[in-house]
């Protein structure tokens, strides 16, 4: 393996197509603002690096980054790469990752609107996040740990599961297809509306009008806070752990609650039932 060491970058392409090397304590910045440092590469490992120009890593096959840094100037630091291990880095910059696949992340830093779209197999842990429209159109996602903050997360997002999270987030899990969620709090408006087959498990639930329009949602052992207008037009088998504030037309299915602050069923689709008592049983 080929290494290079404290050097500084910043021509365009400046390793294009390079295999089997190890870049450590080097800067990609510079006068001359150079794209695609390491496009087309194989086998590439990076460490202690500073990314301050745009699109680095695209077509490459074989990353491994460590303690590295991706300031807001690297934009679109990732797409069309696969086999990819990134561990304590920043990623700061829009739009990395997409179009990627097999990729793992540990004790990230992610600051990326429009992070992770049309990514095929990603295990994220221990993360942070702050972020616009994160995951979208990705599937087999497997995240523990991570904290995220945005809007309009995991969209379309197909067979994803997601443990110990916390999520406060607007509008997420739209779309989304055979996914688990357990052991996590997810706050924001409008929940996973036209989701299906999604399961909530020991999951803490916070905001307005969630899980509407939704098809084989399942709820177990889950609390509910401040969800009003909750389960509109959704096919629901729910286990609930604490009051509600409002339940409106579910479809199908049945819904225990110790207790409703209001149920609406004003129109004649609704047909799902739903079980005030002081201790919930499981359907």
Known sequence: MTIITDKTFDEERALYGQSNISVRNCSFDGPADGESAFKEGKEVEVENCFFNLRYPFWHDDGLKINASEMTELCRAALWYSHNIEITGTKLHGIKALRECGNVTMRGCSIISPEFGWSVQGIAMEDCTVESEYFMMRSANLTFR??????????????????????????????????????????????LAWYSENITFENCKIIGTQPLCYCNGL???????????????????????????????????????????????????????????TKKCCCA
């Open 218 to 276: 399942k709820l177990i052992n889950c609390e509910m806070t401040d969800t009003d207008l909750s389960f509109e037009r959704s096919h629901v088998e729910a286990t609930l752990t604490a009051p509600i504030v409002s339940i409106k037309n579910p479809l199908s299915g049945h819904i225990y609650v110790p207790k409703a602050g209001e149920i609406i069923m004003d129109i004649p689709e609704a047909k799902g039932e739903v079980i005030t």
């Open 145 to 190: 740990e991570v904290q995220m903050k945005g809007k309009y997360s995991f969209q379309y997002i197909t067979d994803s599961v997601f443990e110990d999270c916390v999520f406060d987030t607007k509008d997420a899990f739209w779309h989304a297809k055979n996914v688990t969620i357990r052991n996590s709090t997810i706050k924001g408006e409008y």
